[in-house]
């Protein structure tokens, strides 16, 4: 075999390895069912519709979808469960405890004024709303909605301009 032909193979190889490792990755941090269907895997049936329901008041549906639509409980079940250490597990779960314990009725019911007025005079509790608040609102920017269509998205993207005006960007920043 000549050098070129050594070349081209090995290209050709890496190429199908990099795809089909890009393809796990991206395809590993999907939650196994969705919807209706879906059974969370960190967290009880209870604390799950309340994450459900927090999201939805937080990133309710306008002209874009909202979290149930977008399915950010699912999303943030699976990230805890698969990313998060032991520790941080339980710290998300005590964290969302500590604020269900405070939501009289369903976290649906509740707006976000009121929200954070009853949560507001205690630190420890308003630390674990950010918390929860911060992995929900990280959850909505990860979405391929977001990413492709409320981002500027570049499959294959070019060259790199450091500084540019926001004009040449239509107004919107890059999706990561």
Same mark, same amino acid.
């Given at each position: ?17 990099? /795809? ?6 991206? @395809?590993? $941090?999907?939650? !196994? =069912? &969705?919807? #209706? ?55 998300? /779960? ?6 269900? @314990?405070? $939501?009289?009725? !369903? =976290? &649906?019911? #509740? ?55 926001? /004009? ?9």
């Amino acid at each position: 075999m000549d050098r070129r032909s050594a070349i081209k193979y090995t290209s050709l190889t890496g190429v199908g390895i990099s /795809s089909a490792f890009i393809t796990g990755l991206i @395809s590993g $941090c999907k939650p !196994e =069912a &969705s919807g #209706v269907n879906y059974k969370p895997i960190l967290l009880d049936q209870e604390k799950f519709v309340f994450l459900k329901n927090l999201s939805e008041v937080l990133i309710p549906q306008t002209d874009t979808p909202g979290a149930i639509e977008l399915e950010l409980a699912e999303w943030i079940d699976t990230i805890v469960k698969k990313c998060y250490t032991e520790e941080d597990q339980k710290q998300f /779960s005590t964290n969302l405890d500590y604020i269900k @314990s405070f $939501c009289e009725g !369903e =976290a &649906s019911e #509740v707006s976000i004024l009121t929200l954070e007025n009853v949560l507001g005079d205690n630190a420890s509790l308003m630390d674990a709303y950010h918390s929860i608040k911060s992995t929900i609102a990280t959850a909505y920017i990860a979405t391929e909605y977001v990413g492709t269509k409320l981002l500027n998205y570049l499959p294959v993207p070019g060259e790199y301009e450091a500084c540019i005006p926001l /004009s040449k960007t239509n107004g919107k920043a890059w999706t990561i």
